[in-house]
Antibody, heavy 121, light 107 residues
Framework: EVQLVESGGGLVQPGGSLRLSCAASGFTFSSYAMSWVRQAPGKGLEWVSGISDSGDSTYYADSVKGRFTISRDNSKNTLYLQMNSLRAEDTAAYYC??????????????WGQGTLVTVSS | DIQMTQSPSSLSASVGDRVTITCQASQDISNFLNWYQQKPGKAVKLLIY???NLETGVPSRFSGSGSGTDFTFTISSLQPEDIATYYC?????????FGGGTKVEIK
């Protein structure tokens, strides 16, 4: 059974940093692109970032470009999202998602339950 | 970025009713469109991919159609367990973008 378990969320002050992790199991992690998607309280889904199977290619929404960094460790079956210079508008539940293909994020076939990030002083 | 306009934002229907949600893309996205279901406290679930293909294990009362800029998602006979918010999502271009969501409730 495919499982994605996010961790690392919490309360952080504006301008602070946080690193999210997503532990994957039940599939060959190194064979799929992965994404992070967020959802602000009471709002819809927003794709944040994606990464190819090897980690060689990364993609970002304009709203986080230059502040967030996606990475993966295929030896540990883990996806990461390093979030710097956090703003109040980054407050959201962050979900990791497994794609159906290898290189470019497209169709997110399996999602985690999410981890909550709150940016507030 | 490709904008996805989804309507209605919410609807209320009776058990057994046919429910239809529309999604319009700001430019031609061929059939590069997915539909997802989100229930409170549960993981988001892929229902339809490539505009009209039913994901494995998804009940056949769910269906999708359309191509280009106009797409439709249908529940042929609404069931109590279908109470959720539904999202369309395009993958023709990065960044991936979602519609605003449609909250489906039972009347």
């Amino acid at each position: 059974e495919v499982q994605l378990v996010e961790s690392g969320g919490g309360l952080v002050q504006p301008g602070g940093s946080l690193r999210l992790s997503c532990a994957a199991s039940g599939f060959t992690f190194s064979s799929y692109a992965m994404s992070w998607v967020r959802q602000a309280p009471g709002k819809g889904l927003e794709w944040v970032s994606g990464i190819s199977d090897s980690g060689d290619s990364t993609y970002y929404a304009d709203s986080v470009k230059g502040r967030f960094t996606i990475s993966r460790d295929n030896s540990k079956n883990t996806l990461y999202l390093q979030m710097n210079s956090l703003r109040a508008e980054d407050t959201a539940a962050y979900y990791c998602a497994k794609d159906t293909i290898v290189l470019v994020p497209a169709t997110m076939v399996c999602w985690g339950q999410g981890t909550l990030v709150t940016v507030s002083s | 970025d490709i904008q996805m306009t989804q309507s209605p934002s919410s609807l209320s229907a009776s058990v057994g009713d046919r429910v239809t949600i529309t999604c319009q893309a700001s430019q031609d996205i061929s059939n590069f469109l997915n539909w997802y279901q989100q229930k409170p406290g549960k993981a988001v679930k892929l229902l339809i991919y490539d505009a009209s293909n039913l994901e494995t294990g998804v009940p056949s009362r769910f269906s999708g159609s359309g191509s280009g800029t106009d797409f439709t998602f249908t529940i042929s006979s609404l069931q109590p367990e279908d109470i959720a918010t539904y999202y369309c999502q395009q993958y023709d271009n990065l960044p991936l973008t979602f519609g605003g969501g449609t909250k489906v409730e039972i009347k």
